[in-house]
């Protein structure tokens, strides 16, 4: 595709465009399943749903994983699952978690794949 750049500016390399479709894909799927609690800038609400914005999870693909899917109960409050979601939708959100309050990395679907719950 480089042969196609006119200006070196314009040029994006393949993995910066991957990047940011995971993170508009993660935007989206945030905003549907995830900002009724989280809010749509991470800030939680009250004490029954926490920030995402300090979360020191973001960078635990293997628990964000798990607790995505599977949700988590033994709470007051509960994360609820989401069977719907593939594991590239997950690697999905948790790049725009990331892209927004973590680390601006990509998260693979491979990584996400491979954790076993
Ligand atoms: C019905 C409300 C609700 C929805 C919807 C929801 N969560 Fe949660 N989330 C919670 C609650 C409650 C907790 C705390 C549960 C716990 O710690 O076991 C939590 C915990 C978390 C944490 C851990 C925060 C920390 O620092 O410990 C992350 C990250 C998270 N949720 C991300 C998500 C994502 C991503 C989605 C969408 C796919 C989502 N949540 C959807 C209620 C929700």
Not at 44 to 58: E, V
Not at 95 to 104: P, Q
Request: proline share 3%.
């Amino acid at each position: 595709m480089s042969g196609f750049c006119i200006a070196v500016n314009a040029c994006k390399s393949e993995q910066q465009i991957r990047y940011e479709q995971f993170v508009i894909s993660g935007k989206n799927l945030y905003e549907n399943h995830c900002a009724n609690c989280h809010g749509k800038n991470g800030e939680g609400l009250r004490n029954l749903y926490p920030a995402l914005t300090s979360s020191s999870k973001l960078g635990e693909t293997a628990y964000l994983t798990c607790l995505i899917q599977n949700g988590s109960t033994g709470k007051e409050v509960n994360m609820p699952a989401n069977p719907a979601l593939y594991a590239i939708d997950i690697a999905q959100v948790i790049t725009y978690l990331n892209d927004r309050w973590g680390e601006k990395k990509i998260t693979e679907t491979e990584e996400v794949a491979k954790v076993k719950c």
